[in-house]
């Protein structure tokens, strides 16, 4: 999805700022929603591509105008939604409806389960998957793709001439996963690009910029 | 839902979103779907637990002992994990070491995949418009910027976390800190330092 | 500038939606916006370019949240208040302040000129400038170009092939322009580009889009 | 200024937007840089002057005299200054033929460029964000999305007025109007056809 979310080589955001002794939230309501996404995903099983592509469906101007718990609960209350565990009228009264029997929730996490999960994490990696097309050093093109779901190829990279400089093993693939295609277990490689081959002669030739990108994301160079 | 809890939202001075938020989860939890104690302790773990102290003991412990940093910089999962940190949004972990000749700085455009058993969860600059876009384009304008000069010898190279793994960069150990204990080093490293917008 | 004005190529902003029996403009104050940009462009000279640019500085958040006429009265507030001709003191209290000495403005087009200045129009075609350096049907790759100013090569093309399809002649060129680099006239071309070069594999193979690109835009491919 | 002029100023009802507008333009009447008759001058020109009814004029003449075409598509600024129209955003045309093989649509992009002695100001889908995005990816689901849909077998091109050419879009002529006059020919042709986002 080619949006505002992809922001990578855009001009005119202004400076970086930094605030002095940040907290890790900033409002009572941003560790709520924090938590309330961490732990309903154990009982309504939805993936962080999930909630990427969602917060990625926020239209521009209004992602822009939001803070990032914002975004994080408009993206939840659209996965909920759309898993019919919540409606707009629910939302609305603040009173809970019955669930309908159609729908497959597991039950609430504990606090243990919940931490020993975190603790465990949620890797990506997988035992097998598509053979590897590249190696180490080869040159390779990212692709010009430009589907209008979830990918993790951003836009400056595509169509750029890049090495492979680490294969990072068969993980499951975000993109076919965010658009519901199952997870296609490939190869990722961390593939290096020059900052002139990335924004053109102006900038640096001594600096470069890695990725890491999937075996689908790649064409031989 | 009780008459109280139904007051409770039209409290005054509560914003729209704070509504927004309570009624979610009380929605939630009268469904049988979020414990409010696994709210609370997750909210807990991510204040408390989890945060850049962790990864400033990883460094520390990487300046004083030449065998765990080469381990830390062949399999970091593994290493870090033997200082008793891990999970969550750092399952595959990459360290990235700072030399005299190499500077490394990590960013995520797409979103704010960001290594959270070492750093916590990123502050809001790691996550705002003007860093995930001007990074990756112009990494010197922006260091500069935030404080951190570096030398035209120096490689810059910048790493988007795009994928699901999490990067921490091994900041350079400063000069002059030949005495000091491990306690004493990590106490030097800061969070920026090991996202790679600082020295140390 | 790589900011959100250059969207060509984005998703997620919804549908098109046109109005039926849509007035020339919607409110008595954007007819004066239009009219006061044009009229004041001849006592403070200014080019489109000068206009766009100030348009493309607008924070990206702001711009989209920002009508048409709201775009072009910010832009040329700040242009006049970079020409020190007006101040936001004066826009704040309503009150006119004495004009500096220093500062050279021409006097009020009338009705009749401004009208005969229109009609004229103001082309961007010169006689003479830099050689050509492309022909017709000649392969070109759009350069990577990411300048923090004013261009007019769009960022879904750079570093994309396609031909020469009509040489329209030495034009003044616009990005040298817009920063404040003189004229610099040279050819501007038709580039025709294939949307498979542009988009990648699933775009239709039988459609093309053309851009009209300087000399300076282009290398031989 | 007199106090009546400032009373006016916060005048209820009036917008932001409506208040600094009023204050530039009297500063700038005041400073002797804008004439009001001259602004006056401006919009009645492109409110009752300069329109889509000149585009679709020299559309008819094109389809009625072939002589004219021709030097329509070989030099269409000056046959439509023969008409009586050219002058800003129309300094450089281009008019594009629609056949049966090839469709035309016209899109800026980057800004709002429009071929205004032809077709006046652009209408606010021209110049929105939704047109501007994805016309130049996704031409044929815009197209469908405002109701003209191509056959495959035509080619489409997506002419983005990124430079100071501007471009008008000759649709091919409606079967079953061999009878009719210049005028009620004129009367067919819609400024979205000669944007190319209709038929005729």
């Given amino acids: 999805m080619n949006t505002i979310h992809d922001m990578g080589g855009m001009h005119g955001f202004g400076p970086v700022e930094r605030e002095a002794n940040e907290p890790v939230f900033h409002a009572d309501w941003e560790r709520r929603v924090f938590a309330l996404t961490t732990a309903v995903s154990f009982a309504v099983p939805f993936t962080d591509d999930n909630l ?61 389960d919940a931490l020993a999960a975190l603790d465990a994490g949620f890797p990506a990696r997988r035992a097998s998957g598509k053979p590897a097309r590249f190696r ?54 961390a593939v290096r690009f020059t900052m002139r081959e990335l924004w053109g002669p102006e900038a640096s030739a001594r600096d470069h910029l890695t990725l890491d990108l999937w075996d689908d994301h790649l064409d031989p160079a | 839902m009780s008459g109280d809890d139904h007051d409770h939202h039209h409290r005054a001075g509560w914003s729209d979103v704070e509504l927004r938020v309570r009624a979610l989860e009380s929605i939630l939890v009268e469904k049988g779907l979020v414990d409010p104690a696994a709210l609370d302790a997750i909210v807990e773990t991510y204040e408390t637990k989890i945060g850049p102290r962790n990864g400033a003991r990883v460094i520390a412990r990487a300046w004083v002992d030449p065998a765990y940093k080469a381990r830390l910089l062949s399999d970091a999962t593994a290493a870090i994990r033997e200082q ?30 960001y290594p959270w058993p070492v750093l916590g969860l990123p502050p809001v600059w790691y996550k705002s418009a003007p860093y995930r876009s001007r990074v990756v384009m112009d990494p010197r304008g922006v260091l500069r910027e935030l404080g951190l000069e570096l030398a035209e010898s120096t490689e810059v190279r910048v790493w988007d976390s795009n994928a699901e793994l999490r990067y921490l960069v091994l900041p350079r150990r400063p000069t002059g800190t030949e005495g000091l204990s491990e306690d004493r080093l990590a106490a030097l490293v800061t969070r920026d330092g090991m996202i790679g917008v600082a020295a140390v």
């Avoid at chain 1, 400056?156 to 693939?173: E, K, N, T, W």
Wanted: hydrophobic share 35%; glycine share 10%.
């Fill in chain 2, 84 to 113: 008793g940190y891990g999970g969550s949004q750092g399952e595959q972990m990459i360290v990235l070491e700072n030399t005299g000749a190499v500077h490394n700085v990590v960013v995520c455009t797409l979103c704010s995949c």
């Fill in chain 1, 52 to 112: 990427r592509s969602a917060i990625e469906s926020i239209p521009p101007a209004r992602y822009l105008a939001s803070t990032y718990y914002e975004l994080w609960l408009e993206a939840l209350t659209k996965i909920l939604i759309g898993r019919r565990v919540v409606s707009e009228r629910e939302l609305a009264s603040g009173r809970a409806e019955p669930l309908s029997k159609d729908i497959e929730v597991l039950g609430p996490v504990t606090p243990a």
């Fill in chain 1, 136 to 189: 180490l050093g080869d040159a390779v093109r990212a692709r010009n793709l430009n589907p209008a779901t979830h990918t993790r190829l951003p836009r400056y990279a595509r169509g750029r001439l890049g090495h492979i400089v680490a294969d990072h093993g068969v993980m499951s693939f975000n993109d076919a996963n965010g658009r519901g295609d199952g997870e296609q277990p490939q190869h990722v490689y």
